[in-house]
């Protein structure tokens, strides 16, 4: 094949793997399970605070036991690779967990550890160790709500990453990812309260 020849195919390669990110892009995001209310993600410098807030079809108390589940995160969000409860002292519990992270064709194993409180049976609340994982800093917090049989779950979390973020993942690209996260989070609790 001649210089030209492989600029061209070269050409056709990289249009064809535009097009394909440009329409997975286009692609409305789908509704797994659930309901999300409400969601957002901002930026400042290198912060990150974000907030989604969704309707689980199931108790509250089996979506508090789910997420306060430490050791089996795993079983309910498919991007946690693994999660492990490091040390408990009194109501403080530090919880190490590892996440595979893919935004587009951007793929990555993030460390977290967090210290964990549960004020009451319907508020968990975490901050980032810096120096211990792949965060300089951060904090997250979960509230519930019972609405009849079903629970609203709000989240928010403020987080600094101690890595690189490619400029083309912006906040729009983030807050698209956290809505699928909660929705196939949801879709996980759902399948363990109605038994399957």
Same mark, same amino acid.
């Given at each position: 094949?001649?210089?030209?020849?492989?600029?061209?195919? $070269?050409? @056709?390669?990289?249009?064809?793997?535009?097009?394909?990110?440009?329409?997975?892009?286009?692609?409305?995001?789908?509704?797994?399970?659930?309901?999300?209310?409400?969601?957002?993600?901002? $930026?400042?410098?290198?912060?990150?605070?974000? =907030?989604?807030?969704?309707?689980?079809?199931?108790?509250?108390?089996?979506?508090?036991?789910?997420?306060?589940? @430490?050791?089996?995160?795993?079983?309910?969000?498919?991007?946690?690779? *693994?999660? $492990?409860?490091?040390?408990?002292?009194?109501? &403080?519990?530090?919880? &190490? =967990?590892?996440?595979?992270?893919?935004?587009?064709? @951007?793929?990555?194993?993030?460390?977290?550890?967090?210290?964990?409180?549960?004020?009451? #049976?319907?508020?968990?609340?975490?901050?980032?160790? #810096?120096?211990?994982?792949?965060?300089?800093?951060?904090?997250?917090?979960?509230?519930?709500?019972?609405?009849?049989?079903?629970?609203?779950?709000? +989240?928010? *979390?403020? +987080?600094? #990453?101690?890595?690189?973020?490619? #400029?083309?993942?912006?906040?729009?690209?983030?807050? $698209?990812?956290?809505?699928?996260?909660?929705?196939?989070?949801?879709?996980?609790?759902?399948?363990?309260? =109605?038994?399957?």
């Amino acid at each position: 094949m001649s210089v030209d020849g492989r600029v061209v195919a $070269r050409f @056709f390669s990289e249009r064809r793997l535009c097009r394909l990110c440009v329409s997975l892009l286009l692609l409305p995001c789908m509704s797994l399970a659930g309901e999300v209310l409400d969601s957002s993600v901002t $930026r400042d410098d290198a912060v990150y605070s974000l =907030s989604v807030t969704a309707r689980v079809d199931a108790p509250s108390a089996l979506v508090y036991r789910s997420i306060t589940d @430490f050791t089996n995160l795993a079983a309910i969000n498919p991007s946690i690779v *693994e999660s $492990r409860v490091l040390e408990s002292r009194g109501d &403080r519990q530090r919880v &190490r =967990s590892v996440i595979r992270v893919c935004i587009l064709v @951007f793929c990555k194993r993030v460390v977290q550890v967090q210290d964990i409180t549960l004020p009451d #049976p319907r508020t968990v609340e975490a901050s980032m160790v #810096p120096g211990a994982g792949d965060f300089r800093a951060g904090s997250a917090r979960w509230e519930l709500t019972a609405v009849g049989t079903a629970t609203e779950l709000f +989240f928010t *979390e403020t +987080f600094e #990453p101690d890595f690189w973020v490619p #400029p083309i993942i912006g906040t729009w690209l983030i807050e $698209r990812k956290l809505v699928r996260e909660v929705a196939e989070t949801a879709l996980y609790i759902e399948r363990m309260a =109605s038994g399957q």
